[in-house]
């Protein structure tokens, strides 16, 4: 058993109620260790240390905080495998995946917020003919909240608090209760890189005590949130009230939209990758595929060969392209949408079975799933599944698939394969998304906003926007 702690004031502690939750590995199905259910008494403690850590390190050079978050990406680094199997084993992942996207990606959180920090600059404003100059101070906010999801569990986490603690502020952050290894991990190379104790502060818990004690806090006062919309759309209505700042990065419903003119092979390539990795579980999936009518048939039979071809299998495997879903709930509500596919007559043209892995069978696989749909309507196609499914529909013109994928309540991310330049400017115009990749899925630069409009979430988070999220902006104005 591997039992989990908070991190408060750089130290590691039990809950203080003394009140636990199991720990499942989603590759076995069996209770692995146990973590804290924090309550209001724990969140308190960490704000505490939060709040005293913050006169010094909110005064700290750029330069020093810079030195100490590069320092925790090269840690990371240095524990690569360690972290990778770590999260393997909580979320299901295989570690082929945790190895090159979500640890990396995590390390390069920081040192790319580290860096930032030290070109971030604020405005300043001559106001001619009166006299007078206007700057713009760019001020830490205090202590701020940062809550994070299961399916990218570091990646995720860090991608809140790098920026946080690069601005000056320090954080009371949770990950979620699913996923909690890698951000306990955390707090050591946090130790080990020099990290001031309570500049950040990890409590563990369950979203409805541990998550609404952070939300309600009165005095912390941002809250940077990724998670489900319905999530979302609840904290929105306890902070709003009292005033906090507010990011909210919240769940899609992607468009892939396949064009007769596209790079074939290419996107063939890529859609296998933006239906299924991470077994389907990225917000970023393209999760309803529109093919032209003109080659529709040819990538249908492809595209199923192709997934055919995907060995769903323990997540140590070398040769596993589709892990373990992340938990026992999670799994039941993504056959629950399977079955509701089969009442909306849609057709199952490969997948759509539970897997047994041998000597792994209270584990919980998936077949990946793709479903023919006759209809952009039906529920497979406007409502997040976040698992191994995806639709497939054949259109006509530009104008019915631009339609088809804005109806939708979601508005996060959105993939065109096409070589046709004026239809590219045409389209990404007019697509209702935060982010839309052009032959391509899923290629980041950190320096690009990231955020979705529409019930996909508020505010961006991203390169500087993150830095403007987590600073609070203050206008002085000097009569010479
Ligand atoms: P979730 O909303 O259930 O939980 C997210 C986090 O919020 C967890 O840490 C949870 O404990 C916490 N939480 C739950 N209730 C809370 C409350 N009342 N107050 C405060 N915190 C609370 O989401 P999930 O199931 O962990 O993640 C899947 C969802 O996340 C999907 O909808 C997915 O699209 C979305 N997501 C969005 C992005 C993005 O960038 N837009 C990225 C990844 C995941």
Same mark, same amino acid.
């Given at each position: 058993?591997?039992?989990?702690?908070?991190?408060?004031?750089?130290?590691?502690?039990?809950?203080?109620?003394?009140?636990?939750?199991?720990?499942?590995?989603?590759?076995?199905?069996?209770?692995?260790?146990?973590?804290?259910?924090?309550?209001?008494?724990?969140?308190?403690?960490?704000?505490?240390?939060?709040?005293?850590?913050?006169?010094?390190?909110?005064?700290?050079?750029? /330069?020093?905080? $810079?030195?100490?978050?590069?320092?925790? $990406?090269?840690?990371?680094?240095?524990?690569?495998?360690?972290?990778?199997?770590? /999260?393997? =084993?909580?979320?299901?992942?295989?570690?082929?995946?945790? =190895?090159?996207?979500?640890?990396?990606?995590?390390?390069? #959180?920081?040192?790319?917020?580290?860096?930032?920090?030290?070109?971030?600059?604020?405005?300043?404003?001559?106001?001619?003919?009166?006299?007078?100059?206007?700057?713009?101070?760019?001020?830490?906010?205090?202590?701020?909240?940062?809550?994070?999801?299961?399916?990218?569990? !570091?990646?995720?986490?860090?991608?809140?608090?790098?920026?946080?603690?690069?601005?000056?502020?320090?954080?009371?952050? =949770?990950?979620?209760?699913? %996923?909690?290894? %890698?951000?306990?991990?955390?707090?050591?190379?946090?130790?080990?890189?020099?990290?001031?104790?309570?500049?950040? #502060?990890?409590?563990?818990?369950?979203?409805?005590?541990?998550?609404?004690?952070?939300?309600?806090?009165?005095?912390?006062k941002a809250i940077s949130f990724t998670g489900g919309t319905a999530t979302g759309a609840h904290i929105a209505k306890v902070a709003a009230p009292m005033f906090k700042k507010l990011s909210l990065e919240l769940g899609g419903k992607n468009p892939n939209i396949i064009f007769a003119d596209c790079d074939y092979d290419d996107m063939l390539n890529t859609t296998v990758r933006s239906s299924f990795a991470n077994q389907g579980?990225?917000?970023?999936?393209? $999760?309803?595929?529109?093919?032209?009518?003109?080659?529709?048939?040819?990538?249908?039979?492809?595209?199923?060969?192709?997934?055919?071809?995907? #060995?769903?299998?323990?997540?140590?495997?070398?040769?596993?392209?589709?892990?373990? !879903?992340?938990?026992?709930?999670? &799994?039941?509500?993504?056959?629950?949408?399977?079955?509701?596919?089969q009442g909306e007559n849609g057709t199952i043209l490969c997948g759509g079975n539970e897997v047994t892995v041998h000597g792994y069978e209270n584990g919980y696989y998936l077949e990946p799933t793709v479903i023919e749909v006759p209809t952009d309507e039906c529920r497979v196609n406007q409502e997040e599944i976040f698992g191994p499914v995806v639709t497939i529909m054949p259109f006509e013109s530009e104008e019915d698939v631009?339609?088809?994928?804005?109806?939708?309540?979601?508005?996060? $991310?959105? %993939?065109?394969?096409?070589?046709? &330049? #004026?239809?590219?400017?045409?389209?990404?115009?007019?697509?209702?998304?935060?982010?839309?990749?052009?032959?391509?899925?899923?290629?980041?630069? &950190?320096?690009?906003?990231?955020?979705?409009? =529409?019930?996909?979430?508020?505010?961006?988070?991203?390169?500087?926007?993150?830095?403007?999220?987590?600073?609070?902006?203050?206008?002085?104005?000097?009569?010479?």
């Amino acid at each position: 058993m591997l039992n989990i702690q908070n991190y408060i004031n750089g130290t590691f502690q039990d809950p203080i109620k003394d009140n636990w939750i199991d720990n499942y590995n989603p590759s076995n199905g069996e209770v692995y260790g146990q973590i804290p259910n924090s309550h209001i008494e724990d969140v308190e403690q960490a704000y505490q240390g939060a709040k005293s850590a913050f006169k010094l390190w909110s005064k700290t050079t750029l /330069e020093e905080r $810079s030195r100490i978050l590069i320092k925790i $990406s090269e840690l990371l680094e240095e524990n690569l495998q360690r972290f990778a199997e770590a /999260e393997s =084993k909580d979320n299901g992942k295989p570690v082929s995946l945790a =190895k090159s996207i979500d640890i990396p990606r995590a390390a390069s #959180n920081f040192r790319f917020f580290g860096n930032a920090i030290t070109q971030f600059a604020s405005e300043s404003h001559e106001s001619v003919g009166q006299s007078a100059i206007n700057y713009t101070l760019r001020q830490p906010i205090g202590v701020v909240g940062c809550i994070s999801p299961w399916n990218l569990p !570091l990646y995720l986490f860090t991608w809140k608090i790098a920026p946080a603690l690069a601005a000056g502020n320090c954080v009371v952050a =949770k990950p979620s209760e699913v %996923t909690p290894m %890698t951000a306990f991990l955390l707090g050591e190379i946090c130790n080990e890189a020099g990290l001031p104790k309570g500049v950040l #502060n990890i409590v563990h818990g369950l979203g409805t005590s541990t998550g609404q004690a952070i939300v309600e806090h009165p005095d912390i006062k941002a809250i940077s949130f990724t998670g489900g919309t319905a999530t979302g759309a609840h904290i929105a209505k306890v902070a709003a009230p009292m005033f906090k700042k507010l990011s909210l990065e919240l769940g899609g419903k992607n468009p892939n939209i396949i064009f007769a003119d596209c790079d074939y092979d290419d996107m063939l390539n890529t859609t296998v990758r933006s239906s299924f990795a991470n077994q389907g579980q990225i917000c970023l999936c393209g $999760s309803r595929i529109f093919v032209e009518k003109s080659i529709y048939d040819k990538f249908k039979t492809d595209f199923v060969n192709k997934i055919k071809a995907l #060995n769903v299998g323990h997540p140590s495997n070398a040769d596993t392209n589709i892990g373990a !879903l992340v938990s026992k709930p999670h &799994l039941e509500k993504v056959k629950a949408y399977i079955n509701i596919a089969q009442g909306e007559n849609g057709t199952i043209l490969c997948g759509g079975n539970e897997v047994t892995v041998h000597g792994y069978e209270n584990g919980y696989y998936l077949e990946p799933t793709v479903i023919e749909v006759p209809t952009d309507e039906c529920r497979v196609n406007q409502e997040e599944i976040f698992g191994p499914v995806v639709t497939i529909m054949p259109f006509e013109s530009e104008e019915d698939v631009l339609k088809m994928a804005n109806k939708v309540k979601y508005g996060l $991310s959105a %993939t065109l394969w096409t070589n046709n &330049l #004026n239809r590219t400017m045409r389209m990404s115009n007019q697509l209702q998304a935060g982010i839309v990749w052009v032959n391509t899925w899923m290629m980041r630069d &950190l320096r690009t906003p990231f955020g979705g409009v =529409k019930a996909s979430g508020v505010g961006r988070e991203g390169g500087f926007e993150a830095l403007r999220f987590f600073t609070e902006p203050k206008n002085v104005c000097i009569k010479y």
